[in-house]
C-alpha cells in the first residue's frame, strides 16, 4: 500500500477490538493510513472475531478504502481509506456478534459524509457480554454527543440474544458541519429514571420483564426516593433465540447516565435486574455526569470537538478503556489529553 502508514500497536493496554474500531474511524476521517499489528494479542482468540470484521469491512465500504488483512483469525489489518461517499450501507451479521461495537465503528465517519448516511444492520446482538447495548447507544450515548453537535436516529427493529443473533437494527447520521466543544463536570438535577425491560416471547408467561424490572427498582430505592416513580417499560420481542436484558439510564439536567444487565441461563430475572438497578446506583451516586462506559466511547469526540477550544469531562472511573482510546485518538488527531485521577476529570485541548 503505503510505506508511510501510521503503526498502531493492537496490544496496547486494554489491547481489545475498541483500538481496531476507533482506529479505522479516525483514519477514514483524517486520511491517514495505518497499519494495526498485535490485534487483540492477549485474548484467548487473538485477532478479529466477525464482529470485528464486519466493523472494518463495514468502515472499508463507507470510505472506500483499501485493506489488506480483513479476515477472521489475522492479527494484522492495513487499511488505506479514500473519499466517503456512500449514503446507504447495509451489514450482515451471521453470527451472535454485537450490533453496538460494528455502529461504534461507523458512527463517526458517517458523520464526516456530506449527505445523510443509513445504515441497516441485519444479525447479531442488540445486547451481550462485554459489548455496548444498541439501547445504550440510543439512550445514553446519543443525548450527550447532541451536546458536541452530533444527530443520528437509531431504532431497534428486531432484537438479537445470544446464540443466534438475528437482529435487525437502523441507523440514520446526519452530516456535522463542525463539533462543539464541551464542559460536562456535574450531574445537575435529577429528572427521570427510565428504562426497558425486553424479554423474548416465550419468556413471557414466567414475566421475566416484569420481575427484571421489580428487581432494578428495589436496588434503587435510594434514586426512587429523590424522584419518584421511574418508568422502566417491559416488552417481549420475536428473537431467534431466547434472552432477555434491561437498560437503565438516568436523565439529569447536564447529562445521562447509563448501565444494564444482562439475561442468562440459569439466572434468575431479579438478578439481572438487581445488577442492573446496582451498577446504575454506583454510577449516579459518584457524582460523575459521565458514566465508566461512556468515558472511553466519547474520547474520540472529543478530540475532534477540541480544535478550538479545550474540552472537559468529569467521569465516574478511569478505565483502561479510556486510557486506550486517549492513546489512540492522541495518534490521528493534534490534541492531547490530560488526566486528573484525583478529581477524576480529563480534559483535551488541540496541540499548538
Known amino acids: 500500500m503505503v510505506d508511510d502508514m501510521l ?3 493492537g496490544s496496547y493496554l486494554e489491547g481489545g477490538g475498541q483500538i481496531v474500531r476507533t482506529s479505522l474511524a479516525l483514519s477514514s476521517i483524517t486520511g491517514k493510513a495505518c497499519k494495526i499489528i498485535n490485534i487483540r494479542k492477549g485474548r484467548p482468540a487473538p485477532g478479529l472475531k466477525t464482529q470485528h470484521l464486519q466493523a472494518v469491512k463495514a468502515v472499508a465500504t463507507l470510505c472506500e478504502a483499501n485493506v489488506v488483512g480483513a479476515e477472521l483469525k489475522s492479527t494484522i489489518l492495513a487499511f488505506k481509506p479514500r473519499k466517503i ?16 461495537l460494528v455502529l461504534q465503528a461507523l458512527m463517526i465517519p458517517a458523520a464526516h459524509a456530506k449527505k445523510i448516511v443509513n445504515i441497516e444492520i441485519n444479525g447479531g446482538a442488540t445486547t451481550g457480554k462485554w459489548a455496548v447495548p444498541v439501547n ?6 446519543l443525548p450527550i454527543l447532541e451536546k458536541i453537535g452530533y444527530q443520528a436516529e437509531l431504532e431497534i427493529i428486531k432484537y438479537g440474544y445470544y446464540p443466534k443473533g438475528g ?24 429528572k427521570a429514571l427510565r428504562g426497558i425491560s425486553h424479554a423474548s416471547q416465550e419468556l413471557k408467561v414466567a414475566r421475566v420483564a416484569e420481575r427484571q424490572a421489580r428487581a432494578a427498582k428495589s436496588a ?3 434514586i426512587l426516593k429523590e424522584i419518584g416513580n421511574g418508568e422502566i417499560k417491559t416488552t417481549y420481542v420475536e428473537t431467534n433465540s431466547t434472552g432477555s436484558g434491561i437498560d437503565l439510564w438516568i436523565e439529569t439536567k447536564n ?16 438478578i439481572v435486574g438487581e445488577e442492573a438497578g446496582k451498577k446504575l446506583l454506583k454510577e449516579y451516586k459518584s457524582g460523575a455526569p459521565v458514566d465508566s462506559h461512556m468515558a472511553d466511547q466519547i474520547i474520540p469526540y472529543l478530540g475532534l470537538a477540541s480544535m478550538e477550544k479545550k474540552c472537559e469531562i468529569r467521569v465516574s472511573e478511569i478505565t483502561n478503556h479510556t486510557k486506550t482510546n486517549i492513546w489512540v485518538t492522541e495518534k490521528f488527531l493534534p490534541v492531547r ?3 486528573n485521577k484525583k478529581k477524576k ?3 483535551c485541548k488541540a496541540i499548538d
Open 136 to 141: 445504550y447507544i440510543k439512550y445514553v450515548l
Open 220 to 222: 434503587m430505592v435510594d
Open 255 to 270: 447529562s445521562v447516565v447509563g448501565a444494564n444487565g444482562l439475561g442468562e441461563l440459569k439466572k434468575r430475572a431479579e
Open 85 to 100: 461517499n456512500i449514503e446507504n450501507i447495509r451489514i450482515d451479521i451471521p453470527t451472535a456478534g454485537s450490533v453496538g
Open 167 to 190: 437482529a435487525k437494527v437502523k441507523m440514520k447520521v446526519f452530516p456535522v458541519k463542525k463539533f462543539l466543544p464541551v464542559s460536562i463536570l456535574e450531574q445537575g438535577k435529577v
Open 345 to 347: 476529570i480529563i480534559k
Open 337 to 339: 489529553f490530560e488526566i
Open 7 to 9: 503503526e498502531i500497536d
